[in-house]
DNA sequence: ATCCAGGAAAACG
DNA sequence: CGTTTTCATGGA
């Protein structure tokens, strides 16, 4: 394809975004790091991701964003951009660690995901691998949700509650393995209530917490996620495997090295990067997140 | 074969 | 109450 072409239709035909120049961001960060599970990037720079029912294409050139799916504010809402990242990143950075970590990942942004579905990726993601969790978000998707035509291809909607919970003997198709009751029952009870969503948002952090693990398949880290990429409650900090090795290689050397993390570790380590990092201890976590294995001791990495 | 992956529920002392 | 065991799946 000829480049300069495909510059100028693109400029013609698709919206976009020009990014201030203090406004930092990086699609690529943001997509890539692991918070969301629903994207993916072609070869010369495009992402497709699907988000509510709408399919969306975007890509970055520098300070631009070209799209295509969604209107602006849409867009911008969506990934964060009216967050001033500098200030946070600014009271995040505490310790050479962190900073290098920050360093490496410059622009990513923990993104407004939908929130029901963002409760149920964190359901599938327990005792998981990251290509495997996109895998049962997409067989839920594909087995429950709404189809959705975009450039000749079908893409699917993340089901509602509803339809996961009136097709439910179907749900062992998507191989969610023993999570597959706890997708079930969840789905179930969040169709009973009314506007889940709004009270936990109304809740302090603590609450919310609360208020979520009495789902079935939501324990500590699975709560801390959903709070901080559904609800925006950056003072969540989830702790995974990633992070405690993290964590007592830089931060907590007591820390029991065992392969079981207890309830009163899991706290541990939380409550001291509260500490630490202060108010916006989620985005350190995100970026300690990662720049895993890239930076710092090299027994960590993988490989 | 054995271990690991963005853990959590249930059973056990 | 805190601690240990079990759970289903696929890739390395």
């Not at 925006?232 to 090795?245: G, L, S, T």
Request: proline share 5%.
């Amino acid at each position: 394809m000829d480049w300069t072409t495909d510059l100028v239709c693109t400029a013609r035909i698709m919206p976009g975004i020009t990014l201030t120049s203090d406004q930092q961001f990086s699609l690529d960060q943001t997509l890539g790091c692991g918070q969301v599970f629903r994207w993916d990037h072609t070869a010369d720079g495009w992402w497709y991701g699907v988000i509510g029912e709408r399919v969306v294409r975007i890509r970055q050139v520098g300070r631009r964003l070209t799209f295509k799916g969604a209107p602006a504010p849409f867009i911008s809402h969506y990934f964060s951009l009216d967050v001033n990242l500098r200030a946070i990143v600014s009271a995040i950075d505490r310790d050479p660690f962190i900073h290098a970590a920050i360093s490496q990942c410059t622009g990513l942004r923990l993104i407004r995901q939908p929130k029901w579905e963002c409760l149920v990726s964190y359901i599938c993601s327990t005792n998981s691998n990251i290509p495997m969790i996109r895998h049962r978000i997409s067989a839920l998707a594909r087995q429950f949700g709404k189809p959705v035509e975009f450039e000749g291809n079908t893409y699917y909607a993340f089901p509602e509650p509803s339809s996961i919970s009136c097709g439910e003997h179907l749900l062992p198709v998507c191989r969610l393995g023993y999570r597959t009751p706890y997708v079930s029952d969840t789905a179930g009870k969040i169709t009973e209530m009314n506007r889940w969503e709004d009270t936990i948002t109304a809740l302090p952090f603590e609450d919310a917490r609360s208020e979520l693990m009495k789902l079935k398949g939501i324990g500590p880290k699975a709560a801390d996620c959903i709070l901080l990429f559904a609800f925006q409650k950056y003072e969540a900090f989830p702790v995974d495997v990633w992070i405690r090795r993290i964590m007592q290689q830089n931060y907590l050397p007591d820390l029991n090295a065992g392969s079981h993390l207890t309830t009163r570790e899991y706290d541990i380590v939380r409550h001291f990067a509260r500490q630490h990092f202060g108010e916006y201890c989620g985005y350190a976590q995100e970026y300690l997140y990662a720049a895993r294995g890239s930076s710092g001791d090299a027994s960590l990495r993988p490989e």
